[in-house]
């Protein structure tokens, strides 16, 4: 799977737009890309996930640069609930190499 | 539709004891992943099953960790004579399908303490 790019940290106050940046600049075209986040010490939670094209659903926003090098998550309302851990993932398309590989993550801090 | 089950939440054993963790998928779901998380670490795969078959288990140490899948019942993680280094978080996964497009869903997590 391609080696994906986050910032450490990140903040964001609430009720603002929280866009996190993912860098995955050796995609290949068979490779979608996902997001998941893990609050305090939970099971990582499934956000939204895409191939080529921008992607939405009630929790956020997913937008794919055009080169698919690079793209950003959009949590449009951030609340305090939304402190976590985020996880951009890349994962090839094939039926059995399912795995998901995390890296370390962008540390969201919500703040009042 | 219950989510992903995994018991205990918590376990303490001592070293030499072994580990047995439980994994029960969403309903309808038959394709089980086991990741371990250590201390301020990220999430590690360990290994990939279906009902009876271990897909891929690239992941998994090669000493004293064995997991199944049976035709019946929960998915098992097993740990045998656990060493202080086993101490971590142990998260497992399922999904309806093997490929990627589809989402793995997450349980709760068991907290693994080696004394």
């Known amino acids: 799977d391609a080696k994906t790019t986050q910032p450490t940290s990140m903040d964001c106050a609430e009720g603002r737009a929280a866009n996190l940046p993912c860098n995955h600049s050796?995609?290949?075209?068979?490779?979608?890309v996902y997001w998941y986040r893990q609050i305090h010490s939970q099971g990582p939670q499934y956000i939204i996930h895409?191939?080529?094209n921008n992607e939405t659903n009630e929790m956020a926003s997913l937008i794919i640069t055009e080169d698919r090098k690079s793209s950003t998550l959009i949590l449009p309302h951030a609340t305090l609930r939304d402190t976590a851990v985020y996880y951009c993932?890349?994962?090839?398309?094939?039926?059995?190499?399912?795995?998901?590989?995390f890296g370390t993550g962008t540390r969201l801090q919500v703040t009042l | 539709n219950a989510g992903v089950m995994q018991n205990p939440r918590h376990l303490v054993r001592r070293r030499g004891q072994e580990a047995r963790l439980r994994c029960s998928p969403m309903?309808?779901?038959?394709?089980v992943y086991w990741y371990r998380q250590l201390p301020e670490e990220g999430l590690k795969f360990m290994v990939y099953?279906?009902?009876?078959?271990?897909?891929?288990e690239s992941g998994m140490p090669k000493e004293r960790f064995s997991a199944e899948f049976p035709k019946e019942g929960p998915s098992i993680l097993r740990i045998q004579q656990v060493v202080r280094g086993d101490s971590a978080a142990y998260f497992c996964?399922?999904?309806?399908?093997?490929?990627?497009?589809?989402?793995?869903?997450f349980g709760p997590g068991t907290r693994l303490t080696v004394t």
């Open positions: 993932i890349v994962r090839v398309a094939t039926g059995t190499a399912s795995k998901l590989t």
């Open positions: 099953l279906q009902k009876e078959n271990i897909i891929d």
């Open positions: 895409g191939l080529k």
């Open positions: 309903k309808g779901h038959s394709h």
């Open positions: 050796t995609i290949s075209g068979n490779e979608y």
């Open positions: 996964a399922s999904s309806p399908y093997s490929g990627s497009s589809y989402e793995q869903y």
